[in-house]
């Protein structure tokens, strides 16, 4: 039974539950309260906890409770905020907004004269309010019982005899004189006569007289006496005279804190000033007029830094954040909130600029959305990257296609402070896709801008995009009619040299800048030369680290050849890469060209054209190892002597064209060389279709039965003339060699070079050694061929038969076509100094019958 009582008494005891945390004890000037700071347990937010221990303080218990009841009742902005009140048998707790003591800024003289102007505004206001409208007299005012919330209001507390003057039974009658350091604060009368002597005096003489006080102490620091009442020491000279009026020692003249307050807010009076503006238009901002609030929010971004931070955190913030989205404030509520911005902590950055700079650029208000760009480098850098790539981004791209040029432009211009806080997916994919968009804007401007874009971000692409991407935009943009977009793109690309290789360098970017040296604008031209200087000393450096791998292939020796009286330094001088595409087209050119002595050079072996026999030797690769004519005598033939001149680098890609062609290929191997004699390295070279009668002989000499010396010009110079006597045999395969004229196909091969001849150019010189020719060589081949058949051993007996008879049909076959064959040579060589068409029926007729 008795463990039952203690347990209801302890309940009873304990009261109700007491839903805040305490935290670190708070020192204030002596009152009958402790102060903690604490925390609310539901959601962590800050709160103050003033705390009345009973047992410690019973006499003072009237005062408490009076406290108590008059913070629950009593609401005005600037009065204590109360979140929540317990009373039990052993303390009263009271949880109010997060408060610390005004002494704490007085001692360390932390409040600008404009501040405490401020503070003194809101204070007087709240006295009016208690005296006029509560009809109540606070009695106690003093610099211990006012606060300063987190938002750097001053809040009036110490409602210990705060009593309305229509109850004869008030505390203040009775317990006046109990508050801690009253007689210190105590006007004249009430030192003299007692509280009960405030009856006869008007209700607000008690708290004028108070708040001069309060006036004296927040200037000085410090207040010991009713004799320091009325001193004008570091008050402000706009203040000095109301404030004497409030220190009357005559109740009955003092002016009332009401008629104080009414005096100092005229026009340039003493509480005149933008921040107490402030302070009465934030709370009414929703309803004012668009030419009230523009002219408010113009005041408001013009305020110095000596306000205090925390009210516009705490107070000026939320109402501008609520006027942006709901109430109209536009632009320069915003450019308020981005200036309020930079000062606030990381924590109460993220807690209420994040989430707001998420929302607002959802909002469809084109200069709301220009402000946020134009802002955003204020912000970007205190915005987590997640929350920018995956929640900002996406809104902030509408901005690329809007039909405003100017969102446009600003959405572009903002890509620079972003970028960084982007992924890589995000930047090589999304991204360069709207920056393709802009690049072809109809605005020149954007174009422009567009371009310095991508060299300002080329960082931060992709390595194996980034050259392709810079390259494809840049040189577009070369091109761009607009000068400025030219001239950025110049500078873009000396900007961003180190991005592209070396070959791109010399390969894809010089081509595309260096017609813009001739620009018609200088500007443009200025720059080109810049850019190409840039470019080239990359190029120079990449070039001279280059080693020298570079080998002249050997030059074959043929024997008979009358080699040209020049010098290696000069073949390299002649055969530069101004010519270099001719002369690799006239080494594939058919026969042999007349030496500059006039002498005629002994014929080369024609190729073997029929695939079957062709070897590695036999490829038209192998044909830029042919020696090649005097230079001077091409050159003559195909370009008539003039003065030198530039070509403009009109041939820059002939070099790459000859790589296409295949002319640079390495030698072939000997292997199918197996016929060729051992002074000649023949390198066979296409003759484009055209019959070779010099080759032919020069295959013949080459038989087992030498012949008859040949007419002059067309045998070599090494050949004996006399015909030695061949060694009769059995006739072998080796031995039936002649045959293989049957299996040259002389038909005209379909070249592009058919139509345009190599003979052209020395028609005249080939056919003068064709028509002597032609006369001698049928009669004295005719006659070599009947010898020769002659003088063919039998053939050994493959199948029955007469051996004679088989003898022969073999000799009297083979001289037939011999005959037949030299003919048909001697009529074509006959018809090619008649000229093309001539030589297009030969090869006509050539290809019928031997096709």
Known sequence: MDFLKSAVASAMASGPPFPYTYGDKVDIDESIWTLHNGTKREDGSNCSIFSFDIPANKSLL????????KLRTLRHPGVLKVHDTVETETKLLIATERVVPLRWHIRRKSLSPETIKWGLHGIARTIKFINGDASSIHGSLKVGSIYTSESGEWKLGGFEVLSSIKDDESVIYTYGSLVPDSPRYSPPEVAQNGWE??????????????????????????YHGTDQAGQTKNVPPSMQSSYRRLCNNNPKARISVGNFLDQGVRTGSFFDNSLIKLTEGIDNLGVKTPEEREEFLSDLDQLSDDFPEDFFKLKVLPELIKSVEYGGGG????????KIATKMSNEDFESKITPFVVRAFSNPDRALRVCLLDNLHLMIDRIPQKIVNDKIFPQLVTGFTDVAPVVREQTLKSVLVIVPKLSDRTINGDLLKQLAKTANDEQPGIRTNTTICLGKISKHLGSSTRSKVLTAAFSRSLRDPFVPARNAALMALGATVEHFSDEDCAGKILPVVCPLLMDKDKLVRDSANRTVDTYLVRIRKAASEIPDTTTTAPQPSISGIASPNVTQGEVAGWTGWAISSFTNKLSASAGSMQATNGNLVSPQPSPALDPRKSGGANTPLTASRVTSPNPTTVARAFFPPEEPQDDGGDGWGDMADDDDDGFSEKPSSSAGQKNSTPTVAAAPFDDGGEPDFA?????????PAKSKPLPKGLAKSTTATGAKKTVTKPVSKPAAKPLAAKKINMAPKASADDDEGWGDGT?????????????KAAATKVAHSKKQASKITKPKQRSKGNPDKVHRKFTSGMTARTEALLGERAGHLELIGQGKKGKKVAKAGGSKRFG
């Open 62 to 69: 009237p005062l408490a409770k009076n406290a108590l009841k």
């Open 197 to 222: 002597v405030i009856k006869k005096h008007p209700q607000t003489a008690v708290d004028a007289f108070d708040f001069g006080i309060l006036v004296f102490e927040v200037f000085n620091g410090e």
């Open 331 to 338: 632009p320069k509520a915003l450019n308020v909130i981005f």
């Open 695 to 703: 080759s032919w002989l020069e295959q013949r000499a080459k038989g």
């Open 763 to 775: 028609s005249e010189t080939m056919a003068q050694g064709a028509i002597k020719m032609s006369t």
